[in-house]
């Protein structure tokens, strides 16, 4: 009979052991779940923000493209409007700048220029320096006359410098654009 009781305690002993494990099992599980709730919680609202984000830009981006072709168009008339043709760009530039001195009441020393070619563009980068003469509210008309002119003017810097009985040496640095001729298709025979 001792067998048997011995027997029976170490079963007995085991479905004890079995239980306790399975309840810490258990209670790990029920802790753990107390705490996962709130960061499937966070982690889903987090989900839910970039969500919100991502289609907020997918509409700005179909906005972007339903309006591309207008903008195309107004991009092209800038183009074509502002950017004279290199063919007949300097002339038109050196008349501007002379008739523009000449009504603001300065004497033109030198207009100068210089390019670069944007061949990806099809432009030329023109660099336009001008050297006048004259007084302080001559020089503020003419400059006041680029930035109205129908033409394109990128005023890049300007200098001042004393002269001769008051007057005032003015060398500007302007930049504008030219479109280059498109390439003429060549008759095949």
């Known amino acids: 009979m001792k067998r048997a009781a011995r027997h029976w305690k170490r079963?007995?002993?085991?479905?004890l052991g079995v239980i306790v494990l399975a309840d810490l099992v258990l209670l790990g599980m029920v802790v753990q779940s107390g705490a996962q709730p709130t960061a499937l919680r966070e982690e889903r609202d987090r989900l839910?923000?970039?969500?919100?984000?991502?289609?907020?830009?997918v509409v700005k981006a179909q906005a972007?493209?339903?309006?591309?072709?207008e903008v195309a168009r107004q991009c092209e008339n800038f183009f074509a409007q502002q950017f004279l043709e290199a063919s007949r760009g300097y002339s038109v530039v050196l008349a501007d700048f002379t008739r523009l001195a000449q009504q603001a009441?300065?004497?033109?020393?030198?207009?100068?220029?210089?390019?670069?070619?944007?061949?990806?563009?099809?432009?030329?980068?023109?660099?336009?320096?001008?050297?006048?003469?004259?007084?302080y509210p001559?020089?503020?008309?003419?400059?006041?006359?680029?930035?109205?002119?129908?033409?394109?003017?990128l005023m890049n810097s300007l200098a001042l410098a004393s002269s001769a009985a008051g007057r005032i040496k003015l060398t500007l640095e302007v930049k504008t654009y030219f479109r280059n001729a498109p390439p003429q298709a060549v008759a095949g025979g």
């Open 64 to 69: 972007i493209r339903s309006n591309l072709p």
């Open 105 to 135: 009441g300065l004497e033109v020393q030198r207009i100068g220029f210089r390019q670069n070619a944007v061949p990806e563009r099809e432009l030329t980068e023109v660099h336009i320096e001008v050297n006048v003469e004259g007084d």
């Open 48 to 57: 839910v923000m970039q969500f919100r984000r991502l289609s907020e830009d």
């Open 138 to 153: 001559a020089l503020v008309r003419f400059i006041n006359g680029l930035e109205r002119s129908e033409h394109f003017y």
């Open 11 to 15: 079963r007995v002993s085991a479905a």
